[in-house]
């Protein structure tokens, strides 16, 4: 029997790193940070920041709802065939749009911080709520001059079976 050191050694190489890399946007400026991240000194004493429920709790639990509501309506459509109200087809597609701005909008609080990237993150989140505005405008126009979200998805999946069924006539 082998003794374990000979295993152990192999493996506290494998996952042995040299140097520590941080993530970082190659095209994004940053802003000059402290040695470590470190306000102030060691002895300092923590500063709470202010307790806002909105940013806190509440979103979090605005996540989790916009995500439960998504399991009723996309089977909705599944279980009817694709054909739905159109207030059913506007709530799925608005409640769609809001729950990728949630998710979009934690990727930008996580990767690019305001801390780090200074004004980018401000224009990151611009962006995100100017994309958001456009997506409802289309969302409006896909309910008023076309069949819904819906029946486009419906009138895409059916165009390519009808293109094969055209030409196998032909």
Not at 38 to 61: M, Q
Not at 68 to 92: E, F, R
Not at 122 to 151: D, H, P
Request: with cysteine; net charge positive.
């Amino acid at each position: 029997m082998l003794p374990r050191t000979i295993f152990r050694a192999p493996l506290q190489r494998a996952f042995h790193t040299s140097t520590k890399r941080s993530l970082t946007i190659p095209f994004l400026s940053t802003l000059p940070q402290k040695p470590g991240g470190v306000e102030g000194t060691p002895n300092d004493a923590y500063i709470f920041p202010p307790p806002d429920k909105l940013h806190g709790s509440y979103h979090w639990d605005f996540e989790r709802f916009l995500a439960v509501c998504m399991i009723p309506l996309v089977t909705l459509p599944l279980a009817t065939g694709g054909s739905i109200s159109t207030v059913a087809d506007t709530l799925l597609s608005t409640v769609l749009v809001a729950h990728v701005y949630t998710g979009f909008q934690s990727c930008i609080i996580d990767y690019i911080s305001a801390r780090v990237y200074g004004k980018n993150h401000g224009r990151a989140m611009f962006l995100l709520a100017l994309g958001s505005v456009f997506s409802f405008i289309g969302i409006y126009k896909l309910e008023t001059q076309e069949n819904g979200s819906i029946g486009v998805l419906t009138s895409l999946w059916s165009a390519d079976k009808d293109q094969s069924k055209q030409e196998k006539k032909d």
